[in-house]
């Protein structure tokens, strides 16, 4: 498992945020030729990312573009500027159907032929972020071999529902929960919603640990100020790895003695407790802290 813990969106058509964001050490920077471009540069945005992408050393993050939605007039031209730099994945926006996935499926296949890229070395991460991809949302999570997470994306559902934000995100409380649940069943990583008020570090942190406690494993963010934060909230502190270790140990020591439920400090421990335990060491360990 690869730590996405933050996922930085830096504007593609700015070289500046583009130098900082691969010199910031976050699990994975995502360059954006999508919402965070103007309409006008996205030929710029494109140009920029192909000139700076080779020259930068990204350092341990996850090299990612997101594009611009299929069925857009710029899909096109994006996968074919974007494909022969080849990045370590593509963050599909707007995604609402299947057939989307498996239009990008194959035209992505098409060219990394063209490019001499290994076949399917190119992951996928698509933004849940409308009625529609909620609604389908089990065909899109079993779409493609290539899909390794699902993002939410609260403010385009919000815009979509016709919900106004808040900080407490009660509202879009249904689609975030629905997503974390059909990435867990579909084994993909989710992502969860951007904080868009940035100054705001109290409730960046508020939304992050909230997050991760409906299972998320990491966030979406705009602002290198939300990087450490956020990527601190999605790793397992101390205290947690050492009860999952501790819990860990007896339940081998148990199992060894045929024993299933057993007590450890005033609680009962059982297969799902173990569960939940062994997710702490993965990501302790994806998050090196192990
Ligand atoms: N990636 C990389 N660097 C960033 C950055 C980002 N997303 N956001 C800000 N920075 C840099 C700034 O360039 C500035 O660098 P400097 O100190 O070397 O000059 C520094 O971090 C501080 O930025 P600040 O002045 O506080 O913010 P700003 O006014 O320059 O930018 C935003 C504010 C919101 C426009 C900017 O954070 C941004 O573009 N975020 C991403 C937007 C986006 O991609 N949206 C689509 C996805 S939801
Ligand atoms: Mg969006």
């Known amino acids: 498992m690869r730590a996405r813990r933050a996922l930085l969106y ?13 010199a910031l050490e976050v699990d994975c920077v995502c360059l954006d030729i999508e919402d965070g471009v103007a309409i006008n540069q996205k030929e710029a945005a494109r140009e920029t990312i192909v000139k700076l992408f080779p020259e930068l050393d990204f350092g341990h993050s996850e090299r990612l573009v ?18 022969p730099i080849q990045p370590d994945g593509i963050v599909i926006p707007k995604v609402k159907s299947r057939d989307q996935i498996q239009w990008l499926e194959e035209r992505l296949t098409e060219l990394e032929n063209q490019s001499n890229i290994p076949l399917g070395s190119i992951i996928f991460i698509a933004i849940i972020e409308s009625s529609l ?11 493609s071999t290539r899909l390794e997470a ?11 529902l016709g919900a106004d934000r808040s900080k407490s995100s009660w509202e879009v409380f249904y689609a975030r929960s629905a997503v974390v649940t059909y990435a867990a069943a579909f084994g993909l990583q989710p992502i969860d919603l951007v904080n868009i008020d940035f100054k705001d ?11 991760a406690k409906m299972g998320y494993v990491g966030k979406q963010v705009i602002h290198p100020d939300q990087v450490e934060p956020v990527q601190e909230a999605f790793t397992p502190s101390e205290d947690q790895i050492i009860d999952a270790k501790k819990i860990l140990d ?8 045929g024993q299933g439920a ?6 009962m421990i059982d297969a799902p407790i173990v569960k939940s335990a062994q997710s702490i060491i993965q990501r302790a360990q994806a998050a090196g802290k192990i």
């Open 201 to 211: 570090l109290d409730n960046l942190i508020f939304s992050a640990r909230q997050g």
């Open 250 to 257: 007896a339940y081998n020591q148990h199992q060894e003695a």
């Open 150 to 160: 699902l993002i939410f994306g609260a403010e385009d559902l919000a815009a979509d």
């Open 66 to 83: 997101r594009i611009n939605p299929v069925g857009s007039e710029f899909i096109d031209d994006d996968l074919v500027a974007i494909i």
């Open 10 to 22: 830096s504007p593609g058509d700015d070289p500046h945020k583009v130098r900082k964001a691969a």
């Open 262 to 267: 057993f007590a450890l400090d005033g609680k």
């Open 133 to 143: 991809a909620i609604v389908n949302l089990k065909d899109i999570a079993s779409a």
